[in-house]
């Protein structure tokens, strides 16, 4: 299941495609375009103004499309 398809909450998602992809904040701020503060705040399931534009991109990642 895609991270856009996925019906858990983001904060577990991003868990998950973080253990995928680098297993660190610091390496999915990369992938994502973000702040290292931002991945923490979003994994302790801070509110996150984008999800949706989020799990596409983490789609674009796992599908090599970034």
């Not at 680098?22 to 994994?43: C, D, F, N, P």
């Amino acid at each position: 299941m895609t991270p856009i398809e996925d019906p858990r909450p983001f904060a577990e998602v991003l868990q998950d495609w973080i253990e995928r992809h680098g297993g660190s904040a610091y390496g999915a701020a990369k992938l994502m375009y973000t702040s290292e503060a931002t991945v923490g705040r979003w994994l302790k399931g801070g509110p996150i103004r984008r999800e949706q534009a989020e799990r596409a991109l983490m789609t674009m990642v796992d599908e090599g499309r970034v």
